[in-house]
């Protein structure tokens, strides 16, 4: 044996690496960030408290300014805490080093935020979805059915999901936060609240199972790899011990706390986008073989449905164009024919538009 089979554990050198393609020089609708970015005299003064920083010292691990700030900013209930992950990826991997208990399993509806499907597997979890409707809605019956039988540590709902982008029922979401009661935690991952102004947030009080779980990165800040999830205290005293202490460093953590300050000019930016959702849904819409699925996210979904051409083909006219989206059709048999398109500037969505109208021509 050589020496990575002695040491590497075999469904680890089984996976494929995750695999980011090189975007330089193209239109990049890929990854649901942000396009815009910070007007010159935020820029300027961010700079000036980021020189400031004293990167000779570990962080202080508690926290407690930029914790404040995302409390006071962000519609935390009052009396609940937050715990910080370097991105919400980090904390996705805290809840399932902290939930590894034998036997323990992780669910979610498919297709889904593939990170749950991973970490789980990484921390030794078994993992179990569930497929969506063909409407990409939740089939809550197959949900409650499949939580009664495999008792689910860790239960993801995305709100809204990727790569879906629609908001799930809240009823559903509800039953399920129910159903599943004092054998495990529910986690709501609203990575694009911004987007979607629905939330379960303000609604903690009434579970003692649900997490909440968000991000910056989509609200535009997805450089800097900040996120945090709010839970009732007991729950988040226990994550918080499996959390590296300094998980969050310094310049993180004081770009934060200034944009924290200015927060109106990140809502602004997704108020637009919001606006360019719109038209650019109404657009791709009205192209004769494209369908496109309702989205409270930053992206939408679409189906290539010709007979003419089909999603990888079109995925490839874009980028012979240069423009790239993510090509889900492969990822689950839901979403064949699918592309997900990260919604931009008016500009870029133009462009996009004149090269999906250019493939469906060709
Ligand atoms: C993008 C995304 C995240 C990851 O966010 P980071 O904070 O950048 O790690 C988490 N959940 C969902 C559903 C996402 O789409």
Redesign the pocket.
């Known amino acids: 044996m050589s020496l990575i089979e002695n040491i590497i554990r075999p469904d680890v050198r089984a996976l494929a690496a995750y695999h980011v393609p090189d975007a330089t020089g193209f239109v990049k609708l890929d990854a649901?960030e942000n396009p815009y970015t910070l007007p010159e005299p935020l820029r300027v003064e961010l700079g000036r408290r980021l020189a400031d920083v004293a990167m000779n010292r570990y962080p202080v691990p508690s926290y407690s300014a930029l914790k404040e700030k995302i409390r006071a900013q962000l519609g935390v209930p009052a009396g609940y805490d937050v715990v910080l992950g370097n991105?919400?990826?980090?904390l996705?991997t805290l809840l399932s080093v902290a939930c590894a208990k034998p036997g323990a399993k992780v669910l979610a509806p498919t297709p889904g935020?593939v990170?749950y499907a991973m970490s789980a597997k990484f921390a030794g979890l078994e993992f179990v979805g569930v497929p969506l409707k063909a409407d990409l809605s939740l089939d809550r019956d197959a949900m409650l059915a499949a939580i009664a039988q495999h008792k689910p540590a860790i239960t993801y709902l995305?709100y809204p999901?990727?790569p879906t982008g629609n908001l799930f029922d809240e009823d559903d979401m509800v039953a399920i936060l129910r159903a599943v009661g004092d054998t495990g935690l529910v986690v709501v991952?609203e990575?694009?609240q911004p987007f979607a102004q629905a939330t379960f947030m303000s609604r903690l009080p009434e579970f003692a199972n649900l997490v909440v779980m968000r991000?910056?990165?989509?609200l535009g800040l997805?450089g800097i790899?900040?996120?945090y999830m709010s839970a009732s205290e007991d729950l988040l005293t226990e994550f918080d011990k499996v959390r590296p202490p300094y998980n969050i460093n310094v310049l993180t953590q004081a770009a934060a706390e200034f944009l924290l300050e200015h927060v109106d000019v990140l809502d602004a930016q997704a108020t637009s986008l919001r606006e360019e959702r719109t038209r650019l849904a109404a657009a791709l819409a009205a192209l004769s073989g494209v369908e496109v699925f309702p989205s409270a996210a930053n992206f939408l979904l679409i189906r290539v449905k010709t007979e003419k051409i089909n999603s990888n083909e079109v995925f490839t006219a874009l980028l012979d164009r240069k423009v790239l989206v993510k090509n889900v059709g492969k990822m689950h048999p839901l979403l064949e024919n699918c592309l997900r398109i990260t919604v931009s500037t008016p500009e870029e969505n133009r462009i996009l538009l004149d090269a999906v109208m250019a493939s469906l021509a060709s």
């Open positions: 649901m991105g919400s990826d980090e996705i935020f990170m995305a999901n990727n991952d990575a694009y991000t910056v990165s989509k997805a790899r900040l996120g």
